[in-house]
């Protein structure tokens, strides 16, 4: 049974009030540097997504350990944010199952070496482990995701001499300007509300299909014009959807009769164990991107890729303009760089840790699950392996169904509230990431504060 969402909302509004006066009592410091970031700070943040935070302004960090960080003001927080991905392991790393020294061990021993843009001998083992998890055979390392969304973007189009590629509708693979693209109203590609200056209208480079619809896909791609379909093998941007029974198996073979190659991008969905989905469920890409935890928080990610592609490649991989193909950068692949992604693979994000994270989100989700029943919501939540995540409506089963089902207002008082009494949420959506530093207890906290807050809703 629901409530009256009319009376929620007016209680909802009072409710806001209080929590963002108490935000405000509660971070003296933390306003004074915001003060001072708006000096000359665009938008009064070094990123633009730092105005997501609730309350009016950031909380500024002081220090960050394992599943926990304090603030400027002394204030301490579980973080179930984790850097939206990027700490994964936990801050520093030092928690996973494999390390004494952790993550940030492993980088020490690399600071001195920063960038000399020649390899050094972490990048084989590198290149071997990504093998090992992900099953492609060759790889390369970019500084973020985005960029290596970019350049298999480019791989393929100059593969296949198709112009276009395909993406779920609501997806995000980060900045990548094909990708920020959704279906319209009267089905139509168009810019995703909120794009920046695009470069082209979206519809010349991009054709959008909805997660779960295979009709949509095989229609799309009938078109000839598609060089690749790129997708998470589960929504984690529009909240966490999961594919329906099938779906991946049929994809696959929609795509290979349509010649469109696959690239799953697992920046995400690594939640689900040390090699995504693709090895937690048994999928085939063509080529495979993984940024964010990867690297325990250091801006490294890394593209890999079937063999028959890379030897496609390999013409336009050496020679003469090798540096100006579009694909690369001065920072990229360094010994910091594949360090940093070395000591993560090798002491965090192991079978171990995920023995241990993934129990720890069943926990929350089960928390979380309690709550809304108890308040007799039609909430749910859902949960991937690591990543778990509540929605104010019944589980969607593709991005404009969740899309439609965001509430600001509702996300904005969820978010304060758990701040407020020490808790950290990513600042899109309801999600929360469980590392291996994280505790029972951590989670309980969760629970308990999430109740607290739809008693205030619903009371
Ligand atoms: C699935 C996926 N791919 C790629 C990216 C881009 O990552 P980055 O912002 O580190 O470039 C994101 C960012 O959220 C993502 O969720």
Redo the contacts with the bound molecule.
Sequence with gaps: MTRDPEFERERLTELMAAEERRFVELHPRSAELAEAGRRHLLAGVPMPWMTRWPGAFPVHVAEASGARFVDVDGIEYVDFCLG???AMTGHGGAGGAGGVGGVGGGLASAVGRSTTMLPSEDAAWVADELHRRFAMAKWQLTT??????RFVLRFVRHLTGRPKIAVIDW??????DETLAILGPNGAVISRPGAIGPQVDPAMTTRVVAFNDLDALDAALAHGDVAALLM?PAL??IGIVLPQPGYHEAVREITRRHDVLLII?????ISAGPGGCTQAWGLDPDMV?I??PIGGGF?V?TYGMTDELAVALDPVLHGHDADVGGVGGTLAGSAMATAAIRATLSTTLLEADYERMIPLATRWTDGVAGAIERHRLEWSVQQLGCRAEYWFCPLPVNGADAAAAVDDQLDAFMHLWALNRGILMTPFHNMALLSPAHTDADVDVHTDVFDQALAALTS
């Design positions: 939206d991905t990027g973020s995701a985005t960029d290596a969304n997806c995000y693979h980060g900045t990548v998470e984690t941007n991008d697992e920046t995400h969905t991107v940024g964010k801006p990610a």
